[in-house]
């Protein structure tokens, strides 16, 4: 594809809900990423996947995170049980190697998530 | 913790030079420094990435010390669209990539 897709755009859940986040990277790309961005605040690291991979979730804050990407292409970020506290944008980047040169993230718009 | 800090908001008129500086004092050894720039509700977009000494595009120019425990991005002669939030991305230690605090850039006429 042109760009990396996300998966709503928004998303509104009752607390308690479970809710599933999208994200098709670009085509071709071994690195995909996710971040959680507060209102007003820069991006943090949740986890990244090399392939299928998943080589790091240290940033995923707590074990009701979870993520994916079974067949090395499309992402799903999962939260069970939302809290108010998990409202955020929710950002995934793609990169064609995870370090050194050409590891330049692209980013998509975001799922802009809201727990009530 | 490591910690990677930026100016929090910088003021500019159209048509200066402006600079923004990145300390990241526990950067990995190995890997680039990128800056990103972020519009509202929009994801973060490439500007220019290095690893050391100095480096330009059509956009911008990035300036690395020999030790890399900064970086300045300088973007000459702002105009209006150019007023957004500017991030720089580093790994730091051998492990943890790490976003900059931000600077939020307003270019006036």
């Known amino acids: 594809g042109a760009g990396v897709s996300q998966s709503p755009r928004y998303k509104v859940a009752k607390r308690g809900q479970d809710v599933a986040l999208r994200c098709d990277p670009i085509?071709?790309?071994?690195?995909l990423f996710w971040y959680q961005q507060a209102l007003g605040q820069g991006p943090e690291f949740l986890t990244y996947f090399q392939n299928e991979a998943q080589l790091d979730k240290s940033g995923l804050p707590s074990d009701r995170f979870f993520a994916e990407r079974p067949e090395g292409s499309v992402s799903t970020l999962k939260i069970q049980r939302t809290q108010q506290e998990d409202s955020a944008v929710y950002l995934c980047?793609?990169?064609?190697?995870?370090?050194?040169?050409?590891?330049?993230?692209?980013f998509g718009a975001g799922t802009r998530l809201s727990v009530l | 913790l490591a910690k990677t800090t930026q100016p929090i908001s910088m003021d500019s008129y159209e048509g200066q030079e402006v600079n923004i500086t990145c300390s990241h004092n526990n950067i990995a050894t190995n890997d680039y420094i990128t800056w990103y720039q972020q519009f509202p509700s929009q994801g973060p977009r490439f500007i220019i990435q290095g690893y050391k000494t100095k480096v330009t595009n059509e956009v911008a120019s990035l300036f690395i010390p020999a030790d890399r425990k900064s970086s300045t991005l300088s973007l000459p002669r702002v105009s209006l669209s150019d007023t957004a939030v500017y991030y720089c991305l580093v790994w730091v230690g051998t492990d943890k990539l790490i976003f900059g605090t931000g600077t939020r850039l307003q270019v006036f006429p």
């Open positions: 980047a793609s990169s064609l190697v995870i370090s050194g040169g050409l590891n330049i993230q692209y």
């Open positions: 085509s071709g790309h071994v690195s």
